[in-house]
Antibody, heavy 120, light 107 residues
């Protein structure tokens, strides 16, 4: 059974940093593309980053490029998102997600999400 | 960036009735479109990909159609568990983008 469990988010001041992690189980983690997708309160979904199983490929949305870094540790079955220079508009629920095995652009499994609030 | 526009924003439907949700892309996305269902307080769930292929375990009452810029998700006979928000998602061009959602509520 696929499980994705995000670390607790929290309250961060503008300009601050936070690192999210996601513990994966129930599948071969190193074979899977993984992503972070966020949802601002009452808003729609925004795909902010993905990383290939080998870590060779990463991609970022313009809204987070240069501020956020996605990474993974296949030995620990863990995905990470380092968030720096946080802004109030980064306030959202952040979902860890696993791509469909045949279509990396489609999410087959989602974590339950963790709320990050950026506010002074 | 491809903008996805969903209509209507809210759809009021009685249980057992048919629901038709629309999604329009600002430019062609071929058939590279997916639909997700999200219930309050839950993560989204994949329903359809490739515009018309049901994901594993999705009931046959859910069907998708369309290509290019116009897409439709049809729920043939709404069950109580289908009342939720539905998002379309294009994956033809990065950044992969989502529509703003259609809320299907009980009439």
């Amino acid at each position: 059974q696929v499980q994705l469990v995000e670390s607790r988010g929290g309250l961060v001041k503008p300009g601050g940093s936070l690192r999210l992690s996601c513990a994966a189980s129930g599948f071969t983690f190193s074979d899977s593309y993984m992503s972070w997708i966020r949802q601002a309160p009452g808003k729609g979904l925004e795909w902010i980053s993905y990383i290939s199983g080998s870590t060779r490929y990463t991609k970022y949305a313009d809204s987070v490029k240069g501020r956020f870094t996605i990474s993974r540790d296949n030995a620990k079955n863990s995905l990470y998102l380092q968030m720096n220079s946080l802004r109030t508009e980064d306030t959202a629920v952040y979902y860890c997600a696993r791509s469909h095995q045949r279509l990396i652009e489609v999410i087959e499994y989602w974590g339950q999400g963790t709320l990050v609030t950026v506010s002074s | 960036e491809i903008v996805m526009t969903q209509s209507p924003a809210t759809l009021s439907v009685s249980p057992g009735e048919r629901a038709t949700l629309s999604c329009r892309a600002s430019q062609s996305v071929s058939s590279l479109l997916a639909w997700y269902q999200q219930k309050p307080g839950q993560a989204p769930r994949l329903l359809i990909y490739g515009a018309s292929t049901r994901a594993t375990g999705i009931p046959a009452r859910f069907s998708g159609s369309g290509s290019g810029t116009e897409f439709t998700l049809t729920i043939s006979s709404l069950q109580s568990e289908d009342f939720a928000i539905y998002y379309c998602h294009q994956y033809n061009n990065w950044p992969w983008t989502f529509g703003q959602g259609t809320k299907v509520e009980i009439k």
